[in-house]
């Protein structure tokens, strides 16, 4: 099992012709994702080659669907073009959308989500700014190595792309069901409480680590989620211990206000609930070795 991206994913790449979707096309192909389609409307007709292997390109994400079967589409779309390209992927109903786009306007970001949730949210949004899916052994959606970490049974959601990197790389020995990038915007599609739901339903998770960051108050909701309805281990890593007070850090969403969205506030909310929180991301998979020799 692995939530939202398994074995049996039929992705398709939106901008599959431009040089960040052929790349990362064919690094998805060589982990063994089911790369089916792509689409650039001027190419359609035309077929990419993604390392030997040729991929069809389509007009629309619709067509895509129809000859392909492609249930997955991992948008690597620039910026400008983004908020269009998400809306043609909810107006075909494709159950899930990775946007890994960073610098879209965050108006645009709450318009095609606000889109989405329109039209009944058949469509799941992953990002926009983030690093994707990963479900090792079985697919890769989006640009996190596939050879850094193994299959196993820790589920991860992380606001950090280089944070899931080093998290999956610590524990590679242990392995993964899914790790799963959010993205650090100050509007995302998928969440950490939307993450913690599917790893707590699903059976061949036994384990979840949540990456968070100072600014907002996501993991203040996740910890109330917790709380009321996770019964596996959950730990916790928030980034930013460091960071000097009053001061917007790299990501868009890392706003901090007064004592609310500092790293402190959020461990302690964290802890209260009876997650345990590393100060380091070293730590952090120190105490997830501890869970998992118990489990």
């Not at 007064?258 to 302690?268: D, H, L, N, V, Y």
Request: charged share 20%; hydrophobic share 40%.
């Amino acid at each position: 099992m692995a939530i939202f991206l398994t074995g049996e994913s039929r992705v398709m790449i939106q901008g599959i012709t431009g040089s960040e979707g052929s790349k990362h096309g064919r690094r998805m192909l060589a982990a063994g994702t089911n790369v089916v389609g792509g689409t650039n409307p001027r190419k359609a007709g035309q077929t990419v080659d993604l390392g030997g292997t040729g991929v069809p390109v389509f007009g629309t994400v619709a067509e895509t669907m129809a000859a392909t079967g492609a249930d997955v589409s991992v948008v690597f779309v620039p910026p400008a073009g983004t908020k269009s390209a998400v809306m043609e992927a909810v107006d075909a109903a494709i159950p899930l959308v990775v946007v890994i786009t960073e610098g879209i306007p965050v108006h645009d970001t709450a318009q095609f989500w606000a889109y989405a949730c329109a039209h009944g949210n058949t469509t799941r949004i992953v990002g926009p700014n983030c690093p994707g899916i990963a479900s090792p052994g079985k697919s890769n959606a989006g640009i996190i190595p596939a050879d850094i970490s193994s299959e196993g049974r820790i589920g991860l959601v992380s606001k950090s792309g280089t944070l899931t990197y080093q998290m999956m790389y610590e524990l590679r020995d242990i392995g993964f069901s899914t790790a799963v990038g959010i993205g650090g915007d100050p509007v995302i599609g998928t969440t950490h409480i939307d993450c913690l739901r599917a790893f707590q339903d699903d059976p061949e998770t036994d384990a979840i680590v949540m990456i968070g960051e100072i600014g907002g108050d996501a993991e203040e909701r996740a910890a109330a989620f917790v709380e009321q309805h996770v019964t596996k281990p959950v730990v916790a890593y928030v980034a930013g211990f460091t960071a000097p007070e009053g001061k917007t850090m790299g990501h868009a969403g890392a706003i901090v206000s007064g004592s609310s969205g500092t790293a402190q506030a959020k461990k302690e909310a964290l802890e209260k609930v009876g997650v345990r929180v590393g100060r380091t991301p070293s730590e952090t998979a120190l105490l997830v070795r501890e869970v998992m020799q118990r489990h």
